[in-house]
């Protein structure tokens, strides 16, 4: 961490082989600068206004690209279309009555695995072919980038709990 903050420094201000050890070493990497002779860097040139914690909310909620937000909509939806046609068939298991992806929260995790199982085997593509595997990893995969912007972060492909997965 110490080079790469040292990287930006002015060349004065790194150590050399005559400056003490003393001024060289610290105890936080994050002063080393100052304690070697850094003193004519500028802060209000160096560093970016302080932010308001709302700014910094906004960013830290756009985490994806634009195009896999759109993917992650993608395998919502098709949860959802997928879920809602379920439930109105009369051999629908009691599990998939009760799993709602807009409530993460409120899902767990053996639910949740066996629910994807059923959904993994049933889907289809619109004319009605199979989705190949890799579209299928796709899918698990943005359902699980849902979950993370929900504040759940849950591993859908290597999590133990959601082996029923795995083998469907």
Known sequence: MLP???EDTPDSAQPTSTDSPNEALHEDPFQAVACTGGGDVNPANRFKSPMLEEVIAQLSNKTFAQNTEHKVQWAVNLFD????NRLK???CPHEIMFCNLKEPLCVNKNH???VL??????????DGGKYEGHTL???IIFLQFHFEKAGVFW???DDP???SLWTT
């Open 117 to 126: 199982s059923f959904f993994i085997v049933e889907i289809r593509r619109r």
């Open 161 to 163: 709990e959601f082996q």
């Open 155 to 157: 591993r859908l492909i």
């Open 81 to 84: 279309s997928w879920h809602q």
């Open 4 to 6: 790469d903050l040292l």
């Open 112 to 114: 949740l695995g066996k």
């Open 137 to 139: 990893y796709d899918v």
């Open 89 to 91: 068939m009369p051999t």
